[in-house]
């Protein structure tokens, strides 16, 4: 069963030159056009559905001193607002989320912007009829680190709860609500799945997982779950990463509040190649979701030296090239 969420009208705002962004003669970041017009914006997640680039996002709209949930819809030079939720008695949705090819499976959230409590919801949003719904599931041990992926048929679910050692990974299967526990074991050394929650990609039927300066291979059919024999060479957390035809690519991270990376990789896993770009990102980012259309990634928001980075990044792969 899925319910509908009490939504404001559909916004017909349409912006132009979303992912334009400009740079000094030295490569680095002079102005990026903004996500929205917000001082104060934290994407959620961000897909590409293979037509446009969906973002959902926390904001603070000043004129009415109250926060929103949005959910924008990208495409090309033109910027959607397709959503908008009022934050107050509900929910805020958005921990982790996967597209499936015909939906968006957004897995938790917090109580409320502001608070640390997480919610065990699952949401469902379709790009067709432009509809959130909180779908009959519940997350085991909401309140955890998470980092979710998609294998064209389940939803993975890599979980640590709170205050606890113990990690566990379930499917989820949409049509039933049902969150199946696997006997999987994690590979040793590994920490909190939630600073995956931007690095795990599905790549030629396999889950990758980007954890420090280690990568974690998960097989669904076998259940094996182990570290790849490639590492980094630096070992930052919280990176985001994307795959693409050519392989993975790797984007930032974190050490310390001071120290954000600024760093590109691209890893092959069938060649068992980690190489590091010429290209660095404009600025150092962590917590970002990356998509790829087919054409170009684009690092979306994220966290950087002490706030919420309200950018689209858009990144050339093939000509290894930052920018517009």
Same mark, same amino acid.
């Given at each position: 069963?899925?319910?509908?969420?009490?939504?404001?009208?559909?916004?017909?705002?349409?912006?132009?030159?979303?992912a334009?962004i400009?740079?000094?003669?030295?490569?680095?970041?002079k102005e990026?056009?903004?996500?929205?017009?917000?001082?104060?914006?934290n994407v959620?997640?961000?897909v590409?559905?293979?037509?446009?680039?969906?973002?959902?996002?926390?904001?603070?709209?000043?004129?009415?001193?109250?926060?929103?949930?949005?959910?924008y819809?990208?495409?090309?030079?033109?910027?959607e607002?397709?959503l908008?939720?009022p934050?107050?008695?509900?929910?805020?949705?958005?921990?982790? #989320? !996967?597209? /499936?090819?015909?939906e968006?499976? $957004? &897995? %938790? +959230?917090t109580?409320n912007?502001?608070?640390?409590?997480?919610?065990?919801?699952?949401?469902?949003?379709?790009?067709?009829?432009?509809?959130?719904?909180?779908?009959?599931?519940?997350?085991?041990?909401p309140?955890?680190?998470?980092a979710?992926?998609?294998?064209?048929?389940?939803?993975?679910?890599?979980?640590?709860?709170?205050r606890?050692?113990?990690?566990?990974?379930?499917?989820?299967?949409?049509?039933?609500?049902?969150?199946?526990?696997?006997n999987?074991?994690?590979?040793?050394?590994?920490?909190?799945?939630?600073?995956?929650?931007?690095?795990?990609?599905w790549?030629?039927?396999?889950?990758?997982?980007v954890?420090r300066?280690?990568?974690?291979?998960?097989?669904?059919r076998?259940?094996?779950f182990?570290?790849?024999?490639?590492t980094?060479?630096?070992?930052?957390?919280?990176?985001? #990463? !994307?795959? /693409?035809?050519?392989g993975i690519? $790797? &984007? %930032? +991270?974190?050490l310390?509040?001071?120290?954000?990376?600024r760093?590109?990789f691209?890893f092959?896993?069938?060649?068992?190649?980690?190489?590091?770009?010429?290209?660095?990102?404009?600025?150092?980012?962590?917590?970002?979701?990356?998509?790829?259309?087919?054409?170009?990634?684009?690092i979306?928001?994220?966290?950087?030296?002490?706030?919420?980075?309200?950018?689209?990044?858009?990144?050339?792969?093939?000509?290894?090239?930052v920018?517009?």
């Amino acid at each position: 069963m899925k319910k509908s969420l009490l939504v404001l009208p559909v916004l017909a705002v349409i912006l132009v030159g979303i992912a334009v962004i400009g740079f000094s003669e030295n490569g680095t970041l002079k102005e990026a056009q903004k996500i929205d017009d917000s001082v104060s914006l934290n994407v959620r997640f961000a897909v590409w559905t293979g037509k446009e680039i969906i973002v959902g996002a926390v904001l603070f709209v000043e004129e009415e001193d109250a926060y929103e949930f949005r959910i924008y819809r990208i495409s090309g030079d033109k910027k959607e607002v397709a959503l908008r939720i009022p934050i107050g008695d509900m929910p805020v949705p958005g921990d982790t #989320a !996967v597209w /499936t090819g015909k939906e968006i499976l $957004i &897995f %938790g +959230g917090t109580e409320n912007e502001g608070t640390a409590y997480q919610t065990p919801d699952v949401y469902s949003y379709s790009p067709d009829t432009n509809q959130l719904r909180l779908l009959n599931a519940s997350i085991p041990y909401p309140n955890s680190g998470k980092a979710a992926l998609w294998d064209g048929r389940y939803g993975y679910l890599f979980i640590q709860p709170d205050r606890s050692e113990e990690k566990f990974v379930y499917r989820f299967e949409p049509e039933t609500g049902r969150f199946e526990k696997l006997n999987v074991t994690y590979p040793e050394g590994f920490g909190n799945p939630g600073t995956c929650l931007y690095s795990a990609v599905w790549y030629k039927g396999l889950g990758y997982l980007v954890f420090r300066d280690k990568i974690a291979v998960f097989d669904p059919r076998s259940l094996s779950f182990r570290w790849f024999n490639t590492t980094l060479p630096t070992e930052y957390y919280a990176r985001s #990463a !994307v795959a /693409t035809e050519e392989g993975i690519f $790797i &984007f %930032g +991270g974190f050490l310390t509040w001071d120290d954000f990376s600024r760093e590109i990789f691209k890893f092959v896993p069938e060649k068992g190649l980690v190489e590091k770009m010429k290209s660095e990102l404009p600025f150092g980012v962590a917590q970002a979701p990356a998509v790829w259309d087919g054409k170009r990634v684009y690092i979306i928001g994220g966290y950087s030296n002490g706030r919420d980075v309200n950018a689209i990044i858009p990144y050339d792969y093939r000509a290894d090239r930052v920018g517009g």
